[in-house]
C-alpha cells in the first residue's frame, strides 16, 4: 500500500498557523472607540493612515495592544505628534490598563473619564500641553479605582490641585504632577486614601500652606518632593514617621523652624535631605550622623548657624555637601574628613567659619569640587591639596589665606583642575614668578584679582595653553603686558585692569586668536558636568547681571599706566564684546579700524590723551550700549546718527574741542572749516551681526565681579 504521508515541511507550517493566529481579532467595539479617539485629534501625525493601512484588526494597529479576547489592553502613543483633544472615548475601552500618551501636544484637559476608569492602572499624559483644571472626583464615584501610576508632570495644569480624589485612589504607588501651575494645598488626604503611596512629586508648582502631618502615615513613601513651591510654616514631625523615606526634597519654599534632632534620626534610609532656599534656622543636629545611607546634603541658602558636627563625619556616603549662604561658624577641624570618601562636592561658600584648612580635606580623593570662598579661613594651603586628583573647581575667594606661591606649588599637582578663582585672599603677596609652577593643562578660568599682588605678569601663565579666562584685576602688578600673551590660543576673556603695567600695547595682543575669530566661547569641562549646570554667579552682592548662555569676549587694559597709540591693528579683534582701555596714557588718534569691531557692547577708551575726531563710522556699531571717550582731548563734531547719538552728554565730557547738539559748545559756532568726516560707508567690514551674543549682554555687566561658577545646585 502506498500511504499518503505528509510532508514534515507543511506539518510544521500546520503547526506554526496556529501559534501565529490572532488568539481573537479586535472587538467591533473597540475599534469604534479607538477611531473616535482619533476623531478628537487635530493632526495625528500619520496615525490614521497607519492604523488604516494596518487592516481591520484594531489589535494590530500601531500603539495598540489586546489581550486573548480582542480587548485592548494598552494604548502606547508616546512622542507621536498628535494635537487636538483628549476624548474621553477611550474611557470606553473597558479592558484598558495602560495609557501613554506623553511628549505629544494636546489642548484641552484631561477627561474625568480617564482619571476615575475602573481598569485603567497607569496613565502618562506627561510633556503633552494639557491645561485647565484636573478634574475632582465626583462624590458619587465611591469605588476604589485601579489606578496606580499617575503622570500628569509638565502640562500647563492650574487652579487648585485636587483633594478629593486621593480617597478614592488607594492604589496609588506613583504620582507626578511636577512642573505646573498648580495652586492651593498639598491634600491631606494623600497617604490616607492612598497607603502604599511611594512616590510623590509636586515640584515647581505654586502650592502654599503648610506640609499636612499626615504625609507622615506615609509609610511608604520614599520620594517626596514638593521643591519650588510657596509651602510655609515647618517641618512637621510627623514627616520623620514616613520612616521609608529616600528623597526628602523642599528646597526654594518658605519653610522655617529648625531640624529636629531627636526626630530626623528617624529616616535612616534618607539619601537625599534637600531643605535648601529656605528659611531654616538653628544649627545641624549631631544626631545627623546617624544618617548613615546620606548621600547628598543640601541646606544651602538658609539662615542656619552654629559650628558643623563632627558627627557629619559618620555619614560616610556623602557625596555632596552644600552649606553655602547660611551663617555657620567655628572652626572646621572639628569634622573628620577623611572618612568621606565618597565626597565629590563640598559647598561652603558665604559663611562664617574660620580657622585653617582640616589636613583631613586633603584625604577626600574624589573631591572635584570645593567652594570655601566668603569665609574667615586663614593659614597656608598645605601641599597635600595635590593629593586632590579629581579636583576641578577651587574657590578660595575672600578668605585669609596666606603664601599663594606654596598653593599654586601644590595646586599644579591637581591635573584635573579647571577652575581657580584666587580672589581677596593672599593679600599683599607677592605674584609667584617661579618657572617651576608648570601643570594646571586643564586650566580654563583662572582668576587671581583684588589680591594686591606685586610682581609682573608671570611667565609661567604662557604655558597654560588652554586658559580661556583670565583675571588679574586690582592687583599692583608691573612691568609690561607680555608679548607671549597671543599663545594663548583659547584665551576669550583677559582682565588686567587696575594694576600699574606699563608699556605699549604688544601687538601680539592684537592677534589673539579668540578676540578675532566669531567661534563661540564655551567653557566645556566633562569633568563637572555631572555635578549641575553651567551658570555664572557673583560672589559678590553686588551682582548686576547674570550670565548663563554665552560667554562675553573681553578685553580690559583699563585703569593702568599703558603709553603709546591704540594700535590700527586692534580693528582684528572682531569678536570683542568688550573693550576698556580707560584711564592709562594712550595718545593719538581713536584708530578708523575701531569701527570693524561690529561685535562691540561696550567702549571705554575715557582718561587718555586720544586726540583728533571722533570716527563717524562709530554709529554702525548697533550693539554698542556703553560707551565713553570722556575726558580726552578729542575735536570736531559728536556724530549725530546712529548709535552714538543715543549716549549722554557724560560720554564725550572733559574734550573742549568737542562740539555738536549734545554739548553746549555748537559746532557751527567753530571758526574752523569743517574736518572731512569719514563716513560710514568708508568703513570696509560690513556689519556682522552677532546675533548668538547680542542677545544676552546689555547695559552694565558688570563682569569684573562675575566669578564663574558651576557646580551644585
Ligand atoms: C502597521 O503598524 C506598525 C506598528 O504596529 C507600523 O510600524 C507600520 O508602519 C504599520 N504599517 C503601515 C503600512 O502603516
Ligand atoms: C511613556 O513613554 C515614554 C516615552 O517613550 C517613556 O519615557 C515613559 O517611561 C513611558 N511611561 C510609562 C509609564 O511607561
Ligand atoms: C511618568 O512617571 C512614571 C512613574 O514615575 C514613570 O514610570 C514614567 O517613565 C514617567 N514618564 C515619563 C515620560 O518620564
Ligand atoms: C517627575 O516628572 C519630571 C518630568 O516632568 C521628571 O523630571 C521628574 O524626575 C519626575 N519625578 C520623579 C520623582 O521621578
Ligand atoms: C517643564 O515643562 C516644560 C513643558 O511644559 C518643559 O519644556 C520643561 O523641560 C519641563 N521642565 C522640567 C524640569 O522637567
Ligand atoms: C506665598 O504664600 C504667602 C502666604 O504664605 C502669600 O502671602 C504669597 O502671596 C504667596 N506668594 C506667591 C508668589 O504665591
Ligand atoms: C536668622 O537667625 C538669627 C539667629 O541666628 C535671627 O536672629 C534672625 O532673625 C534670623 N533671620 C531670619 C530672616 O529669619
Ligand atoms: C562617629 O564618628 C566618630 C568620629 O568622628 C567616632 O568616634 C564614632 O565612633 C562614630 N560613631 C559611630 C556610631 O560610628
Ligand atoms: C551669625 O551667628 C553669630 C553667632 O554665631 C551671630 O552673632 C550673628 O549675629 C549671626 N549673623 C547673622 C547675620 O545672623
Ligand atoms: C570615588 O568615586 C568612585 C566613583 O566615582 C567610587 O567608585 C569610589 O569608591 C569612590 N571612593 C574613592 C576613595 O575613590
Ligand atoms: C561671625 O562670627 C563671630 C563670632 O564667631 C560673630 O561675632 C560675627 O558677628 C559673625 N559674623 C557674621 C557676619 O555673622
Ligand atoms: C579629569 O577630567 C577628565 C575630563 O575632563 C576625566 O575624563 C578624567 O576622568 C578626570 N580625571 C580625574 C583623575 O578625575
Redesign the pocket.
Known amino acids: 500500500m502506498h500511504f499518503f504521508t505528509v510532508p514534515p515541511v507543511v506539518l510544521q507550517l500546520f503547526v506554526l498557523l496556529i501559534l501565529a493566529s490572532p488568539a481573537a481579532a479586535c472587538i467591533e467595539q473597540e475599534k469604534r472607540n479607538l477611531l473616535g479617539f482619533l476623531a478628537g485629534l487635530s493632526q495625528d501625525g500619520g496615525l490614521a493612515t497607519s492604523w488604516r493601512d494596518n487592516g481591520t484588526d484594531c489589535c494590530e494597529w500601531e500603539g495598540i495592544t489586546c489581550n486573548g479576547d480582542g480587548a485592548v489592553t494598552e494604548v502606547s502613543l508616546a512622542s507621536r505628534g498628535l494635537e487636538g483633544r483628549i476624548l474621553p472615548s477611550l474611557a470606553d475601552l473597558t479592558s484598558l490598563q495602560r495609557v501613554n500618551l506623553s511628549y505629544n501636544s494636546f489642548s484641552g484637559g484631561l477627561p474625568l473619564e480617564l482619571m476615575s476608569s475602573g481598569s485603567i492602572i497607569v496613565l502618562d499624559v506627561s510633556f503633552s500641553r494639557l491645561n485647565g483644571p484636573l478634574p475632582e472626583l465626583p462624590s458619587l464615584v465611591t469605588a476604589d479605582r485601579p489606578l496606580q501610576v499617575l503622570n500628569i508632570s509638565s502640562n500647563q495644569f492650574s487652579s487648585e490641585f485636587p483633594s478629593a480624589i486621593w480617597k478614592m485612589t488607594k492604589n496609588l504607588i506613583a504620582l507626578n504632577a511636577s512642573n505646573n501651575s498648580f495652586t492651593g494645598h498639598i491634600p491631606s488626604s494623600l497617604c490616607l486614601g492612598s497607603p502604599s503611596l511611594t512616590l510623590l512629586d509636586l515640584c515647581y508648582n505654586r502650592l502654599s500652606g503648610d506640609i499636612p502631618t499626615t504625609l507622615g502615615d506615609c509609610s511608604k513613601l520614599k520620594v517626596l518632593k514638593v521643591g519650588h513651591n510657596n509651602l510655609s510654616g515647618t517641618l512637621p514631625v510627623e514627616t520623620f514617621h514616613a520612616t521609608s523615606l529616600e528623597y526628602l526634597s523642599l528646597p526654594n519654599n518658605g519653610l522655617q523652624g529648625e531640624l529636629d534632632r531627636a526626630h530626623m534620626i528617624k529616616l535612616s534610609n534618607l539619601l537625599t535631605l534637600d531643605l535648601g532656599g529656605n528659611h531654616f534656622g538653628g544649627n545641624i543636629p549631631e544626631s545627623i550622623g546617624q544618617l548613615r545611607s546620606l548621600e547628598e546634603l543640601h541646606l544651602g541658602s538658609n539662615?542656619m548657624?552654629?559650628e558643623l558636627p563632627s558627627t557629619l563625619g559618620n555619614c560616610t556616603n556623602l557625596k555632596t555637601i552644600d552649606l553655602k549662604f547660611n551663617?555657620f561658624?567655628?572652626d572646621l577641624g572639628k569634622v573628620k574628613f577623611a572618612t568621606l570618601q565618597n565626597l565629590k562636592s563640598l559647598d561652603l561658600m558665604s559663611n562664617?567659619l574660620s580657622g585653617m584648612l582640616p589636613e583631613s580635606i586633603y584625604s577626600c580623593r574624589n573631591l572635584t569640587a570645593l567652594r570655601l570662598s566668603y569665609n574667615n579661613f586663614h593659614g597656608e594651603i598645605s601641599l597635600r591639596i595635590g593629593n586632590l586628583k579629581h579636583l576641578s573647581f577651587l574657590s578660595l575667594v575672600r578668605n585669609s589665606f596666606t603664601n599663594i606661591a606654596k598653593t599654586l606649588h601644590g595646586l599644579k599637582s591637581c591635573k584635573n583642575i579647571s577652575v581657580l578663582l584666587i580672589g581677596k585672599t593672599f593679600m599683599n603677596e607677592v605674584m609667584p614668578q617661579d618657572e617651576t609652577i608648570h601643570g594646571f593643562q586643564n586650566l580654563q578660568h583662572l582668576a587671581i584679582h583684588q589680591c594686591s599682588l606685586t610682581g609682573r605678569i608671570p611667565i609661567w601663565l604662557s604655558k597654560l595653553t588652554n586658559l580661556k579666562m583670565l583675571d588679574l584685576y586690582s592687583n599692583q602688578l608691573t612691568g609690561p603686558m607680555p608679548s607671549w600673551i597671543n599663545s594663548l590660543n583659547h584665551l576669550f576673556r583677559l582682565d588686567v585692569s587696575n594694576n600699574s603695567l606699563t608699556g605699549e600695547i604688544p601687538i601680539t595682543l592684537m592677534q589673539m586668536p579668540m578676540f578675532k575669530s566669531d567661534k563661540a566661547a564655551v567653557y566645556s569641562d566633562p569633568s563637572l558636568l555631572d555635578l549641575d549646570l553651567i551658570i555664572y554667579v557673583a560672589e559678590s552682592s553686588t551682582l548686576q547681571y547674570r550670565i548663563d548662555s554665552a560667554w562675553a569676549k573681553v578685553l580690559n587694559l583699563g585703569k593702568n599706566k599703558f603709553t603709546g597709540v591704540i594700535p590700527q591693528e586692534i580693528g582684528q579683534l572682531k569678536a570683542l564684546l568688550f573693550l576698556d582701555l580707560s584711564s592709562n596714557n594712550f595718545y593719538g588718534v581713536i584708530p578708523q579700524s575701531i569701527c570693524d569691531l561690529t561685535n562691540l557692547q561696550q567702549l571705554d577708551p575715557s582718561n587718555n590723551h586720544l586726540t583728533g575726531e571722533i570716527p563717524a563710522a562709530l554709529e554702525i556699531l548697533r550693539f554698542l550700549s556703553q560707551f565713553n571717550i570722556s575726558y580726552n582731548d578729542l575735536e570736531g563734531p559728536i556724530p549725530t546718527t546712529g548709535q552714538l547719538s543715543t549716549f549722554q552728554t557724560s560720554s564725550f565730557d572733559g574734550n573742549p574741542k568737542l562740539c555738536g547738539s549734545l554739548l553746549i559748545r555748537d559746532c557751527s559756532s567753530v571758526e574752523e572749516a569743517p574736518m572731512h568726516i569719514i563716513s560710514a560707508k568708508e568703513c570696509s567690514t560690513k556689519v556682522i551681526f552677532a546675533i548668538a551674543f547680542g542677545l544676552f549682554f546689555g547695559v552694565g555687566v558688570l563682569y569684573d565681579q562675575l566669578v564663574l561658577f558651576r557646580y551644585f545646585g
Do not use: L
Request: net charge neutral; hydrophobic share 0%.
Open positions: 539662615n548657624s552654629g551663617n561658624s567655628g562664617n
